[in-house]
């Protein structure tokens, strides 16, 4: 049986490259429609610079994990921390982006800026960091899944499957992406990245908690459910509240905003 940890794991590497390569996909067929495909080996030489930067950031991350002279706990739970303010930022990013119409005019504007500079690099720029971000954001929060993994293989074997389910998704969407359902695939996405925020505001407070930097309020009656990031204090509590009541109020804010219209091609 698979583990909460592998199905994490798989859902953040997916969800991570899949917005990856939703804005690639986009950028190429935006020039695709534009008769500008003599652009496209900038833009894909973008995203190959972007795989390697994101892949020395993780080697840098480890050596500091190494050579920091603070305690485990304490990058554990300060790693935790971060990743659930990310986790946030992105859920607000892509609840920006449900509406198809917002996706469409947002990789417009992108492209259009570029070509009308008449400087191609900006293209590659823009590859650059649409995969940097991501990949950026999958380094923190995969040391932060190994830190309070129970089962490490696990999350890798997650990885694994989720670069298998990638590339798969790269095909389909080139064929298919303007049938997809845009606005269901980011409010969903949204939605479970905001669970995971929660869990790791939990987890992060707790770990905070062993090195004493942060005080212990016991709770009665609340079960300790560590996959859920759960644990029977007012500090984790708290903090996942606080988060909760965020997550809240970035769905109502987005659900409040008016339709836009497509803007010229």
């Given at each position: 049986m698979l583990?909460?940890?592998?199905?994490?794991?798989?859902?953040?590497?997916?969800?991570?490259?899949?917005?990856?390569?939703l804005?690639?996909?986009a950028?190429?067929?935006?020039?695709v429609?534009?008769k500008?495909?003599k652009h496209?080996?900038?833009?894909?030489?973008?995203?190959?610079l972007?795989?390697?930067?994101?892949?020395l950031?993780a080697?840098?991350?480890?050596?500091?994990?190494?050579?920091?002279e603070?305690s485990e706990?304490?990058?554990?739970?300060?790693t935790?921390?971060?990743?659930?303010?990310?986790l946030?930022?992105?859920t607000?990013?892509?609840?920006?982006k449900?509406?198809?119409?917002?996706?469409?005019?947002y990789?417009?504007?992108?492209?259009?800026n570029?070509?009308?500079?008449r400087?191609r690099y900006a293209?590659?720029l823009?590859?650059f960091?649409?995969?940097y971000r991501?990949?950026?954001?999958?380094?923190?929060?995969f040391?932060?899944?190994?830190?309070g993994?129970?089962d490490?293989?696990?999350?890798?074997?997650?990885?694994v499957?989720g670069?298998?389910?990638?590339?798969?998704?790269?095909?389909l969407i080139?064929?298919?992406?303007?049938?997809?359902?845009?606005?269901l695939?980011?409010?969903?996405?949204?939605?479970?990245?905001?669970?995971?925020?929660?869990?790791?505001?939990?987890g992060?407070?707790?770990?905070?908690?062993e090195?004493?930097i942060?005080?212990?309020t016991a709770?009665s009656?609340?079960?300790s459910?560590?996959?859920?990031?759960?644990?029977?204090?007012?500090e984790?509590i708290?903090?996942?509240?606080l988060a909760?009541?965020?997550g809240?109020?970035?769905?109502?804010?987005?659900a409040r905003?008016k339709?836009?219209?497509?803007s010229a091609?």
């Open positions: 583990s909460a940890d592998f199905w994490e794991s798989f859902v953040v590497f997916g969800r991570e490259g899949l917005e990856a390569i804005l690639l996909a950028i190429v067929a935006s020039l429609t534009r500008q495909e496209l080996p900038v833009v894909y030489g973008g995203a190959a972007a795989v390697i930067a994101s892949l950031t080697v840098a991350l480890e050596w500091f994990w190494v050579a920091s603070f706990p304490f990058l554990e739970g300060i935790m921390l971060l990743a659930g303010i990310v946030l930022y992105v607000n990013w892509m609840l920006g449900a509406d198809s119409i917002r996706w469409a005019n990789i417009k504007g992108k492209v259009g570029a070509l009308s500079r400087n293209l590659g823009a590859s960091l649409a995969v991501e990949g950026f954001e999958t380094v923190l929060f040391k932060a899944l190994f830190v993994s129970t490490p293989a696990g999350v890798g074997i997650g990885i499957a670069i298998l389910l990638l590339g798969i998704l790269w095909i080139l064929q298919l992406e303007k049938r997809l359902p845009l606005g695939v980011f409010a969903s996405t949204s939605l479970i990245l905001f669970l995971m925020s929660v869990k790791m505001f939990g992060g407070i707790h770990e905070l908690q090195t004493g942060i005080t212990e709770l009656g609340i079960p459910v560590e996959d859920l990031g759960l644990f029977p204090t007012l984790t708290g903090a996942q509240a909760i009541l965020a809240i109020g970035l769905f109502f804010i987005h905003k339709p836009v219209q497509p091609a």
